[in-house]
């Protein structure tokens, strides 16, 4: 979901919340994320409810911070609810948040039956984000975060985090 389809009557707040990344990948807003399930604003109050992308994740408590502190600046005060069920998936990453992702040098998720077949069975369907190519080879099935894999271009020789799909 994108910052638009909570219909957000302030325009204030939706930048505001707008401007509020996550820690781990700074390029991805939360609504990119699609951790942000709700957003109702009265008065100067604001209630979000938040899905973090797995149970425990420690940019949750960074991105609860943040979103705070924005809407501290704007004279609003904040209640925010971390949301358990349904679990968060990578399906929700906005494709604008895809693109993003891949802009900054992480393949974005694929399919759930292509990221077994990518993880489990090294088949190369991942392209590189630098060059695009498909010859690609897991270096470790964790990357820079336990949500990602640590890939390496046999073409470019760049290597390069993968966000695992999520379901």
Known sequence: MVAADFNIPDPAVETALSAVKDPEVPVLSIFDLGVVREVEVRDKHVAIKLTPTYSGCPAMDTIA??????????????????????????????????????????????????????????????????????????????????????????????????FKCLK
């Open 65 to 162: 911070m943040d979103i705070r502190t924005e809407l501290a600046a704007i004279g609003y005060t904040c209640q925010i609810e971390m949301v358990l069920s349904p679990a968060w998936s990578t399906d929700w990453i906005s494709e604008e948040g895809c693109r993003k992702l891949e802009e900054y040098g992480i393949a974005s998720p694929l399919s759930a039956e292509m990221d077994k077949r990518v993880l489990l069975d090294g088949e190369r369907l991942l392209p590189c984000p630098q060059c695009k190519s498909t010859n690609t080879k897991m270096i470790s099935q964790f990357g820079s975060t336990a949500c990602k894999a640590l890939f390496r271009c046999e073409d470019c020789l760049e290597t390069f985090d993968y």
